[in-house]
């Protein structure tokens, strides 16, 4: 076969640094278009940005020449330098905690994380972020739902 192809859905999933509320809800939009401007120019189609003032979803195709790892680097770094010199306050710097979450999306699913993505700031009224990711990623590690005292010690564990 003389091409390589390859279709790649990815939900991508980080939190501000302390999972502090720091992206103004007034410059939320912003900052997901941004964002979305950053995967598009290297390779990686945005599907869907959203998130709330602490944490940022992006659902985007994996382009077949990008490393993930990469491309969460390049979008945390210039999206922080980005955001500290709009807001050129000495005083308060801006930070993505380390870390992220990264899941594959069957092409079925599509639809249901972009709905997911743009509700974030109604879902998150009911469920924190950190509650949430807690939840999934156990389930998804483990394949198992579990108690909440059993979730914060295997959280704490890894």
Known sequence: MPQSLSKIYVHLVFSTKGRTETIPKTHLAEVHAYVAEIFNNHGCPAIQVGG????IHILFLLGKQAN???IVRTVKSSTTRWINEKNNNPFHKF?????YGAFSV?????DAVVAYIKGQEEHHKKVSFQD??????IIFTTGE???EDRQHRLWRAG
Not at 52 to 55: L, P, S
Not at 95 to 99: A, L, T, V
Not at 106 to 110: E, I, M, P, T
Not at 132 to 137: C, D, P, Y
């Open 95 to 99: 930070f993505w905690q380390e870390g």
């Open 52 to 55: 709330t003032a602490n944490h």
């Open 68 to 70: 993930l790892s990469e």
């Open 106 to 110: 069957s092409n079925s699913h599509v």
């Open 145 to 147: 739902e579990m108690g």
């Open 132 to 137: 949430e990711f807690r939840k999934k990623w």
